[in-house]
């Protein structure tokens, strides 16, 4: 079973930046969709970005312009680059994969990371 290890999470102030990182265990395949997710207490986890390949990615419409998904295969690794960041964005961000096509949707995924925290307060 691939294993999944985010990493990158932090406590930043409003307007601050930040770059999250997913690796892999072992290679996936090219058809492996990647994914971002957030869930901050007392709310349901929700998709923030995927990509699958060549490179086609979509993303919530709360982070589109400030989120950036991005995949290196041959380093195994997804990454999510955060700017503007505001206190919404406060959640446990998880990286998650699939095989085939790619969806904003939690329930569609089996293979989940622990989760990295990212708090953006002043």
């Known amino acids: 079973q691939v294993q999944l290890a985010e990493s990158g999470g932090a406590s930043v102030q409003p307007g601050g930046s930040l770059r999250l990182t997913c690796t892999a265990s072992?290679?996936?395949?090219?058809?492996?969709?990647m994914a971002w997710f957030r869930q901050a207490p007392g709310k349901e986890r929700e998709g923030v970005a995927v990509?699958?390949?060549?490179?086609?990615?979509r993303y919530a419409e709360s982070v589109k312009g400030r989120f950036t998904i991005f995949r290196d295969d041959a380093k195994r690794t997804v990454y999510l680059q955060m700017t503007s960041l505001n206190p919404e964005d406060t959640a446990m961000y998880y990286c998650?994969?699939?095989?085939?096509?790619?969806?904003?949707?939690?329930?569609?995924?089996?293979?989940w990371g622990q989760g990295t925290q990212v708090t953006v307060s002043s």
């Open positions: 990509i699958t390949v060549p490179t086609r990615t």
């Open positions: 072992e290679s996936l395949t090219i058809s492996y969709c």
């Open positions: 998650a994969s699939r095989a085939g096509t790619c969806y904003l949707t939690s329930s569609w995924y089996n293979i």
